[in-house]
């Protein structure tokens, strides 16, 4: 049983086919232009909707005037990214669905997937059973580990007190949040010997117990997810800290992201 931290890992993301890749590479020797995938897969989608042209034949034909000519909203960027921008901003969102990023999630709190599934529209899903994983201290698992929120801390807790040294001492937030932790696991283990089987004895488990989970999402979802979880919007600390990781991740990935993530 330990205190452990969030850790964020994006597994996959949208990439074109090998059938599709080809489109791309006479766009990069012909034109010299190397779009991302996902701003293949993002025209593709949205010009769908107005183009004349066939899905397939989108990049091919129109690849050129949007990848390759400057915005003429003067914001900067590709016409592509002024396309992008606009669609964004005209609520035409359904277009960005098309991307999805695959993210390992480790070590965050039970409490924070209480929160983080209620987003469910466009997410997907994969979570550690307490059933099936044992959290026993004699189990592989070592116990269960746990998240301690940020804001119990060095506050001294009134009426909580020791005696040392001739003389009273308040105990810490956080040395009684351990101590709570350390009675959770002892229960659990506790109960575990007298032969109750994990998927009960997980009732006593807390809500700092830590999990990991799979997630898929598509970048619409994560947008509004970001939207409504980012750091200064009022969320709980932890869940920002995951707005942020998710964030980063898909930025990297594909950067042109950035200024939706930016504007929200």
Request: aromatic share 10%; net charge negative; with cysteine.
């Amino acid at each position: 049983m330990a205190e452990t931290k969030m850790n964020v890992t994006l597994l996959a993301h949208t990439q074109v086919t090998h059938n599709y890749r080809q489109v791309l590479d006479n766009l990069a020797f012909e034109q010299r232009i190397e779009p991302t995938d996902g701003q293949a897969v993002a025209l593709t989608a949205i010009r769908t909707c107005y183009s004349a042209n066939n899905p397939t034949e989108i990049v091919a034909k129109e690849g050129a005037k949007y990848f390759g000519a400057q915005a003429t909203d003067g914001e900067g960027g590709t016409d592509a990214d002024r396309l992008f921008r606009h669609i964004v901003r005209s609520g035409h969102t359904s277009t960005l669905e098309h991307l999805s990023f695959t993210f390992a999630i480790e070590g965050v709190s039970r409490a924070l997937l209480a929160q983080l599934t209620r987003h469910r529209v466009g997410f997907s899903f994969s979570v550690q059973s307490q059933r099936y994983v044992k959290l026993g201290s004699d189990d592989k698992s070592g116990g269960f580990d746990y998240v301690r929120p940020e804001k119990i801390g060095e506050n001294e807790v009134p009426d909580y007190q020791w005696f040392d040294d001739g003389k009273w001492i308040n105990y810490k937030a956080y040395e009684v949040f351990e101590s709570f932790m350390r009675e959770a696991q002892s229960t659990y283990d506790k109960l575990r010997k007298a032969g109750v089987p994990a998927e009960d004895a997980r009732a006593v488990l807390p809500n700092a117990t830590a999990t990991n989970l799979v997630m898929t999402a598509n970048l619409r979802a994560l947008l509004d997810f970001y939207e409504k979880r980012r750091p200064g919007n009022g969320a709980q600390h932890e869940i920002t800290q995951l707005a942020e990781e998710l964030r980063k991740a898909v930025v990297e990935a594909e950067p042109w992201t950035d200024q939706f993530f930016a504007q929200v």
